[in-house]
């Protein structure tokens, strides 16, 4: 489990990430939204113990990455894949995933290697120079170096940067997979489509942490209602029980229900009004257009 | 510090090293080339100067060894400018920095891997010099003249400390520079004073007597000690992931 708590890190006089308090628990995929400068990454060198904090502390299965000897402990159960692969371009795949075995201590590396080698369908060019292998064979070689040590924490940093659609799926396939075996795996990410399809909550960070949020939770509060001869009068009875000013569609209203406000509170206000009813949706708020509101509210 | 993750730094830096011919004709051919080239103008010194005397055959020499501190100086920098600038550009020294290795086993680890090759090469060099030269010079000293004590001083004091001298100047270079010319350009003035020294032999004016080599040694070793300090404080897991580059 991965708790944060009021985590801040300045760079001088830059707030590169402010009072970030957070629980990640045992085997969700967590992904971090956010534009760039918007302390994600700081935030995972924090978590992984790799840079200072400013203020606040970060606890990993309950260990203190600000003590160096709890952090090595740390390191040691996890697995980082950082925005830039980090490859070294003379060495070939076998020979930088058995020289990170052998920094984690890996016994049976050889059996390791070869697995991981065969599992991110790296084996053919397993002898060839990293240089000539293509971004995505490099990616699923930083991410196959990132699971050298069957970690049970995994932070990926940007893992579908730059990869083509086919490449992108593989890697979004290999979370879930990691997911199904209990890892904790936290996402870095601007690519919205992927956080929504691959995580249990996405964190939107803009320094600081703007909304928390669950792709897979129900949200009813904006409900799309059909209304034949949307009258003023109809329009006033959405308004009565909307925060938000109601929006005319082509074929209705679109209302922002209030808080303690039900649906069929709602349809019976539009019928006394002499709405005729054709049609009541509720409309999930995409995460497009919720990650863009915060983002426009932070700045 | 655990040697077993500085062997396994090392083994990594030289197996990359080692795939760059730059560094394979720069460790082979400037310690061989003097090897051979030094003896043969012993030859010609001693052939065209018969009157010389023993006791300035054996200076020159002396001076002639010196000459390997040139290379024990310059040759690291080509391993460990890779290494550590390398490293840098390539941005793969944060993969290495979040496994539990510490950053004193890796520092280690680059040290060994410049300096090693680099006293590998030259003390081969130095051999094979000494070897051609005790007979080149024979027809004047009568006897063979390497080894003497102060060759041991020269080979195991002297050159390891200016070889690890140059690997921490490396690592402080490293820090501030982002191309590995620029960092082989500013190390390698690290040469400058050692062929000053050398020319000053030459010349006469600088005896490389056993006083005078243990006085380098200590001066070296603590020119070690305040650059392996600069070097651990530059080399540091936030200061290279907030800073370099």
Known sequence: MIETQGLTRRFGSLLAVDDLTLTIPDGEVFGLLGPNGAGKTTTMRMIAGLIGITSGAAFVDGRDVADPRQADIVRAALGILPEENGLYSDLSPRQTLDFFARLHHVRDRRARVDGLLERLSLMDRADAAVSTLSKGMKQRLALARALINEPRLVLLDEPTANLDPAASLEVRELLLELRGRGCTVVVNTHRLEE??????????????????????????EVIRVGVE???DAVR?????????????????????????????????????????????????????SVYLEAIADAR | MRVDDAWTVASKDLRAAWQRKG??????????????????????????RPDLTPAAVEELLRSFLFFFMIAVS?????????????????????????????????????MIAAVVPTLVAVWTAAAVFMVLANREAAPILGHGYFPQAV????????????????VNLDILVSARVSDVRSAQQIAGLVVLPVSGLYVAAQLGSLALDMGVLLG???????????????????????????RWG
């Open chain 1, 229 to 231: 001869d949307s009258t």
């Open chain 2, 216 to 242: 380098m040694s200590v001066v070296v070793l603590a020119i070690d000690v305040v650059t392996l300090w600069a070097a651990r404080r530059v080399f540091d897991r936030e200061e290279i992931l907030t």
């Open chain 2, 74 to 110: 310059s040759l690291p920098t080509a391993i460990a400018s890779y290494a550590l600038i390398g490293e840098k550009v390539e941005r793969s020294l944060e993969p290495m920095l979040a496994t539990p290795v510490s950053v004193g086993s890796v520092l280690v680890g680059k």
């Open chain 1, 195 to 220: 956080a929504e399809r691959t995580c249990d909550r996405i964190g939107i960070l803009h320094t600081r942490l703007l909304r928390l949020l669950s792709p897979t939770e129900p949200h009813a």
């Open chain 2, 23 to 48: 560094i394979r004709y720069g460790l082979g051919v400037f310690p061989l080339l003097s090897a051979a080239s030094l003896p043969l103008v012993v030859r010609l010194v001693v052939t065209q």
């Open chain 1, 236 to 288: 006033a009875a959405a308004q009565a029980l909307s925060d938000r000013p109601v929006e005319a569609t082509g074929t209705g209203l679109l209302v922002h229900l209030r808080v303690g406000a039900a649906v069929p509170d709602l349809v019976a206000a539009l019928v006394d009004a002499g709405g005729r009813i054709t049609q009541v949706a509720p409309e999930r708020p995409t995460l497009e």
């Open chain 2, 151 to 166: 060759t041991w001083v020269q080979l195991l004091i002297l050159m390891p400390a200016a070889a690890l001298m140059t």
